[in-house]
């Protein structure tokens, strides 16, 4: 059975301060991993997505996550936000062909302040 | 632009009220998600249909349908409408294969407001 748990539900930083997004997963198989965002009243956008390459993965608009086995964990980073970060952010597990085998996190809302 | 349309983008309509919600999925890719949002219950996976053929099932009411038509695009019917049902509606679709790491592609939604 897979689970993820992404340990804030809401997370605030000051504009050009370092992000931190934490996601801890679940999972019986070798999984796939993502992140994405999604901007008020808009869609969900791949932010990155780790499957058993690299363990360091670099995404859009500066964004980055590490896998670490050992951990569990597959945390979302940034150096320095921007006021237009500011959004929700999902973290996925998969170690499937997707759908119900693709479970998401129930968010994490980041507020950036000037 | 992800690629996959997703029409209406908003719709008010009262209770007890049918409605369709219309996808097309980005070119080339077979499998349709379709996922309800709501500010209480969070994201939730509804179905998933593969190449015209139901895949999975998620917490889909028993008063929702849906179907994959052969041009692939994929419609989800809401019948006897309540307040509870008000949400936006995404659609999302991936590329053909098996194995895990397919990205999935979201549509912007559709906004249902039941009134």
């Known amino acids: 059975a897979q689970s993820v748990t992404q340990l804030d539900s809401h997370v605030s930083v000051s504009e050009g301060t370092p992000v931190l997004l934490r996601c801890n997963y679940s999972s019986s198989y070798s999984p796939s991993l993502f992140w994405y965002v999604q901007h008020p009243n808009k869609g969900l956008q791949l932010l990155l997505k780790y499957t058993s390459a690299a363990t360091l993965v670099k995404g859009i608009n500066g964004f980055e996550a590490e896998f670490k086995k050992s951990e569990t964990s597959f945390h979302l980073t940034k150096p320095s936000a921007h006021m237009s970060d500011a959004a929700e952010y999902f973290c996925?597990?998969?170690?499937?062909?997707?759908?119900?085998?693709?479970?998401f996190g129930a968010g994490t809302r980041l507020f950036v302040k000037a | 632009d992800s690629g996959v349309t997703q029409t209406p983008k908003h719709l008010i309509t009262a209770t007890g009220q049918r409605v369709t919600l219309r996808c097309s999925p980005r070119s080339g890719d077979l499998s349709v998600y379709w996922y309800q949002q709501s500010l209480d219950q969070g994201l939730q996976f509804l179905i998933q249909y593969y190449n015209g053929e139901e895949r999975a099932k998620g917490n889909i009411l028993e008063r929702f349908s849906a179907q994959q038509f052969p041009d692939l695009h994929s419609e989800l019917n809401l019948s006897s409408l309540e307040l509870g049902d008000s949400a936006l509606y995404f659609c999302?679709?991936?590329?053909?294969?098996?194995?895990?790491?397919?990205?999935?592609?979201f549509g912007e939604g559709s906004w249902l407001t039941v009134v």
């Open positions: 996925v597990v998969s170690d499937g062909t997707g759908g119900f085998k693709t479970i």
């Open positions: 999302a679709s991936s590329a053909p294969g098996t194995g895990g790491g397919n990205t999935i592609y």
